[in-house]
């Protein structure tokens, strides 16, 4: 049974910084690349980072990019997402996300909700300004 757990949720000011970290279970770690999302209230789903099996490539969405890091360590079976900068446009729940090694090549499909077999329940994020 897969299970993707997010933490390190929280309410920071803006100009703040946080990292998430998302322990995936049940899976092969190494054999799915991972990816974040964030839904904020009333709007849809939207990619934020994604990261390579290997960790070799990275993807951002434009709103985030010199922001944000993608990490992981495969040894723990676990991705980061390191936020700084944080602005009150940043709040939503984030949602840590594995998609198949060799689904995904590039942006196009990295940045797909649909691309992604696994998801885990969220962590909030809350940017006060």
């Known amino acids: 049974q897969v299970q993707l757990v997010e933490s390190g949720g929280g309410l920071v000011q803006a100009g703040g910084s946080l990292r998430l970290s998302c322990a995936a279970s049940g899976v092969t770690f190494n054999t799915y690349a991972m990816g974040w999302f964030r839904q904020a209230p009333g709007k849809e789903r939207e990619f934020v980072a994604a990261i390579s099996w290997g960790g070799s490539f990275t993807y951002y969405a434009d709103s985030v990019k010199g922001r944000f890091t993608i990490s992981r360590d495969n040894t723990k079976n676990t991705v980061y997402l390191q936020m700084g900068s944080l602005k009150p446009e940043d709040t939503a729940v984030y949602y840590c996300?594995?998609?198949?090694?060799?689904?995904?090549?590039?942006?196009?499909?990295?940045?797909?909700?649909?691309?992604?077999?696994?998801w885990g329940q969220g962590t909030q994020v809350t940017v006060s300004s």
């Open positions: 996300a594995a998609v198949p090694r060799g689904r995904c090549s590039d942006y196009g499909c990295y940045s797909v909700w649909t691309s992604y077999d696994y």
